[in-house]
């Protein structure tokens, strides 16, 4: 939801350190990889308890998730990069509520368990929409220039972000907060699915 108006203010800011990193030499999927990186120990502090360094590298990831798109735009955009971003992305989104449920699991395991399943029924909603649009035809520049078809929803990336940072932040709120952000998520999925049945409905 919060997507495009995040965009707006970021992507002039991104562009500009994209177009020295581009210069450099450094590629997309370079970027990517160090982004999921960051991801990866973020997740490791975290589940150590050490939030507020978690926070850092959670925050680091997501800079590197924005400019890695907008270092392939200045370079060279490829299906793989593309595919490498949304894998990797997936990947991120449920090892930072793992890290979480191992911190402390007692207090955090269903919350935790409940939020990585809506993760994984939103995610599905979003590729396979994705992939009817696509064979369709249909596009769409809601979220900028995408290597695949991006439906908006109540809970996108910024919404995810915000969410992650307020984990950080107040680990004792971990499960009335994940459980929250779950709800949004599976609404989220279920809009998308009666989008999918008013735009794919009647069409083979």
């Known amino acids: 939801m919060l997507d495009g108006w995040a965009r707006a203010r970021i992507d ?3 562009d500009h350190l994209a177009v020295s990193l581009a210069q450099r030499g450094i590629t997309a999927n ?14 490791v502090a975290i589940s150590l308890e050490a939030y507020l360094l978690g926070l850092l590298l959670l925050l680091a990831s997501r800079l590197g998730d924005g400019l890695d798109g907008a270092v ?12 490498l971003d949304i894998v990797l992305d997936f990947a991120f989104y449920g090892l930072i509520p793992l890290g979480f449920v191992l911190a402390d699991p007692a207090p955090n395991s269903i919350a935790g368990a409940v939020l990585i399943l809506s993760f994984y029924v939103n995610g599905a909603s979003f590729l396979a929409y994705a992939v009817m649009a696509e064979k369709r035809g249909l596009s769409t520049d809601a979220r900028g220039e995408k290597s695949l078809f991006f439906t908006t929803g109540l809970a996108e990336a910024t919404e995810t972000i915000c969410f992650f940072v307020a984990f950080c932040l107040f680990p004792e709120w971990f499960a009335v ?5 779950a709800a949004l998520c599976f609404y989220t999925a ?12 009647n069409r083979s």
Do not use: E, N
């Not at 370079?30 to 997740?43: E, M």
């Open 72 to 83: 392939a735009r200045h370079t060279q955009k490829t299906d793989f990069g593309g595919y």
């Open 12 to 14: 002039p800011l991104l």
């Open 190 to 201: 279920l809009s998308r699915i009666i989008i999918a049945g008013l735009t794919f409905g």
């Open 30 to 43: 370079a970027i990517t990889l160090a982004a999921f990186g960051a991801g990866v120990a973020a997740f």
């Open 177 to 181: 907060l994940a459980l929250l952000f």
